[in-house]
T-cell receptor, first 113, second 114 residues
């Protein structure tokens, strides 16, 4: 079975600073990994996905994530935080059959002016 | 851009009542899912549905829950006898296929059981 662990339930950065949200996965098969963002009172929006092609994946809103098999990690980064990035971020994983995407506990990103 | 539509956005029901949450997946998608998120907690998988049958379900999805695709466009989640602990945001999602497809999520139905 697949699972993901997000380190840090709450991350706070200053506007313009680097954003780093951590995700480690556990999977018995090659995983497909995803990052979703949830703004207050809204649904889940796909930021980016890793599907065994390039290990560095670029997503929307300037975010990117790098798949590192040796570290079983898929951390999300953005070089310069914007106030509008404040939201909850979820890492997720599926296996071969894509039938049951499993989410991490989420990381709430706060951006200070 | 195609969307997954969920109705209603908020439903309040009395404990013990039946509720049906409705979803209209993206029209050419074949895989359908329900997730729930209790306030302040993680997003939890409930069930996946393909080819008119359940393909996977979690331990949360007990006999009180059922899913149906009644007419080829809607995908519903029924809770037969709601409990207070069923209060949560319920998300529907759909996917075009397996492997490298992500899911498209609806904006959710907030269910409040009183």
């Amino acid at each position: 079975a697949q699972s993901v662990t997000q380190l840090g339930s709450h991350v706070s950065v200053s506007e313009g600073a680097l954003v780093l949200l951590r995700c480690n996965y556990s999977s018995s098969v090659p995983p497909y990994l995803f990052w979703y963002v949830q703004y207050p009172n809204q649904g889940l929006q796909l930021l980016l996905k890793y599907t065994s092609a390039a290990t560095l994946v670029k997503g929307i809103n300037g975010f990117e994530a790098e798949f590192k098999k040796s570290e079983t990690s898929f951390h999300l980064t953005k070089p310069s935080a914007h106030m509008s990035d404040a939201a909850e971020y979820f890492c997720a994983v599926t296996g071969y059959n894509n039938n049951d995407m499993r989410f991490g506990a989420g990381t709430r990103l706060t951006v200070k002016p | 851009e195609p969307e997954v539509t969920q109705t209603p956005s908020h439903q309040v029901t009395q404990m013990g009542q039946e509720v049906i949450l409705r979803c209209v997946p993206i029209s050419n998608h074949l895989y359908f899912y329900w997730y729930r998120q209790i306030l302040g907690q993680k997003v939890e998988f409930l069930v996946s549905f393909y080819n008119n049958e359940i393909s996977e379900k979690s331990e949360i999805f007990d006999d009180q829950f059922s899913v149906e695709r009644p007419d080829g466009s809607n995908f519903t989640l029924k809770i037969r006898s709601t409990k207070l602990e069923d209060s949560a945001m319920y998300f529907c999602a759909s996917s075009a296929g397996t492997l490298n497809y992500g899911y498209t999520f609806g904006s959710g139905t907030r269910l409040t059981v009183v």
